[in-house]
């Protein structure tokens, strides 16, 4: 496959979850109070196929939001036919799902994968069983590792995703469970820092004062860490933070429209700063794709970096790879 992969995403609001977590509340994220039908599933094609960017090499049908192995079996059927006929008439290269790790056994991966699923991501969230119990996951990490190792024994894909800052959560706790998530071997990983939401228990407990979120700076500075991880260990993260929400829903929480560029800039920060010994002027070289997180939102970077004593400018060079910075002292 060459090109950048791309999702047509179908929300699958809050139905068949058997618990109802902390932090969740699907309508706010998905913006969708009824649930999607094999219509839907035509007209996200539809819609789809006149995008400049559509490859049909590179582009899978994406079930997201609730728990999709744990919906009404008659009602996944229809979407799964629905978005099957795209596989097989080649205009979509597969289906991808999320759902709970609890959720999986291997004759559901055999159903799936007669209906040409190609990727599945679980929702693991954390690593840290006192942490799932506080939020009402009603998983357990052990079952995050026995799903994941069904999953690529059988050949899917494996996606997971994790959170940082749920309640009774620390940094460190997120760092053992990114740990634990790379010993998975995942093909992918999304990282949401917790945001609360109206009508969840956290916005209660938050409310009450038993549980206080992520400041924005702080959710950046363990999400970076954490992708600075994931990235030493080969593995993509295709997400950081929530795609969008609801306006009206946000209560509180590290919640920012450029989330993952302020990470990913935050990481270009510190690689450099580990390369900076001797203060004076440097010229950074990166991807051309990569100036503007190098440079930082409002040259943040190059501003913390001045007062570090480190004067730099940036420059491209296109045989640098994503992540690579090379530094060169001005004469």
Known sequence: MSGKHSNISIFVPHIGCPNMCSFCNQRHITGRYTAPTGEDVDEAVKNALTSKNYNPETTEIAFFGGSFTAIN????????????????????????????????DAGMLMLLKSYGVTAIELGAQSMNNKVLKKNNRGHTEKDVILASKLI???????????????????????????????????????????????????????????????????????????????NSAGINVIRLGLHSIEPNSYVAGPWHPAFSELCISNLYYKIVKEKLNEKGNYILFVNPSEVSKMIGQKKINLQKLHELGFDCSVKTDESLKEYDVVVERKQ
């Open 152 to 230: 690529k024994d059988m050949g899917f894909s494996l996606g997971l995703q994790m959170m940082t800052g749920l309640y009774g959560d620390s940094d460190e706790y997120s760092v053992k469970t990114a740990k634990e998530l790379i010993k998975l071997k995942p093909d992918t990983v999304r990282i949401y820092p917790t945001i609360v939401l109206k009508d969840t228990d956290l916005a209660a407990m938050y409310a009450d004062g038993f549980y206080k979120p992520q400041t924005l700076e702080s959710a950046v500075e363990l999400s970076s860490k954490l992708l600075k991880m994931f």
């Open 73 to 104: 079996r008659n009602y996944m059927f229809t979407l799964l036919n629905s978005a099957f006929k795209y596989v097989n008439n080649g205009t979509v290269s597969g289906i991808r799902i999320s759902t709970r790790p609890d959720a999986i």
